[in-house]
């Protein structure tokens, strides 16, 4: 966690009352970490950190399970963060997982047929 985040949420003084702090410092409350203060749920700046690290980063994300996608060129939609991915069953019997960044894809979503899927090279999967 970067330190600006770290101190934003730890606070310099969070055993002061509510009274004394500076208009916009976000503290912990003095009640301890049984407490989550709103602006946790709120703010944007700490969502993007969380999607980074949670869901962007270098881990593994779930995405599906093996008997969703059984036959070559089956599919699904999930997705990882807010990122909607395809999990679709490539040619020679193996998983692959694409980023939905395709306009016709995104376009039709589930419209699109089964056999537009089987036609994905196997270079891009």
Known sequence: M??????????????????????G??????EGWTRVPFWVYTDPALFDREMETFFYGPSWCY?????EV?????????????RQVIVVRTQ???IAV???RCARVAAC????????????????V
């Open 63 to 67: 995405v599906g399970l093996d008997c």
């Open 25 to 30: 410092e976000r503290a912990w409350p003095a």
């Open 92 to 94: 020679e019997g193996g």
């Open 70 to 82: 059984p036959e070559p060129g089956s599919y699904k939609r999930s997705f990882i963060g807010q």
């Open 98 to 100: 694409l980023e939905n």
């Open 109 to 124: 979503r589930s419209a699109c047929s089964l056999a537009s899927l089987k036609s994905i090279p196997t270079t891009m």
């Open 2 to 23: 970067p330190d600006d985040i770290i101190a934003e949420v730890h606070g310099d003084g969070a055993g002061r009352k509510d009274a004394q702090r500076r208009p």
